[in-house]
């Protein structure tokens, strides 16, 4: 019984904290750059989504170590993309220190949707199921035409170390 009580309790403070950021952003309408560091996941990205129509920047950080603690996956930033598409402000968009094993090729596909965004930043590990992604989504794919600037991280894990960075320009 110990561990239900411990889940309830946070649970709790996970839906309290989330009413707070939302009601925090509420009171910030006009906020252009937003860094998430060591919290989000699907329901932070919609909060965002729904609250911060004038975002130009949003950088996204989290280690590896909390992916048992957080849910970051391609649901939680189609929300986002499809409430940029109304907005069309987000300008850039930094996943180049987002360790999420379900943030996937589905994402960096349906950002092409995005025609207000000129750079992205992203990790090598988030073009995983990039050749099912293209399966399943290549009737709605359109290539995105505002992109300039890619900056693509290789992961530890990966043969290659470093990043590549490429301007469109």
Not at 124 to 145: I, R
Request: glycine share 6%; hydrophobic share 35%; proline share 2%.
């Amino acid at each position: 019984s110990g561990d239900w009580s411990s889940d309830v309790c946070s649970s709790d403070l996970e839906s309290r904290w989330k009413a707070e950021l939302k009601s925090f952003l509420t009171k910030l309408p006009n906020i252009t750059h937003l860094t998430l560091k060591d919290f989000c996941d699907d329901d932070t990205l919609h909060i965002v989504g729904w609250n911060c129509p004038h975002l130009q920047y949003l950088n996204i950080v989290l280690g590896p170590e909390s992916f048992s603690e957080q849910q970051l996956s391609d649901d939680g930033f189609s929300d986002l993309i499809d409430k940029q598409v109304e907005h069309g402000s987000l300008r850039e968009l930094d996943l180049s220190e987002c360790h999420s094993s379900t943030l996937t090729g589905k994402t960096i596909l349906y950002l092409s949707n995005l025609t207000s965004l000129d750079t992205l930043h992203v990790r090598k590990s988030h073009f995983a199921w990039m050749d099912l992604s293209v399966k399943f989504l290549a009737g709605g794919f359109k290539p995105n035409q505002s992109l300039t600037t890619l900056s693509l991280t290789f992961d530890e894990n990966d043969n290659e170390v470093g990043s590549v960075n490429i301007d469109f320009r």
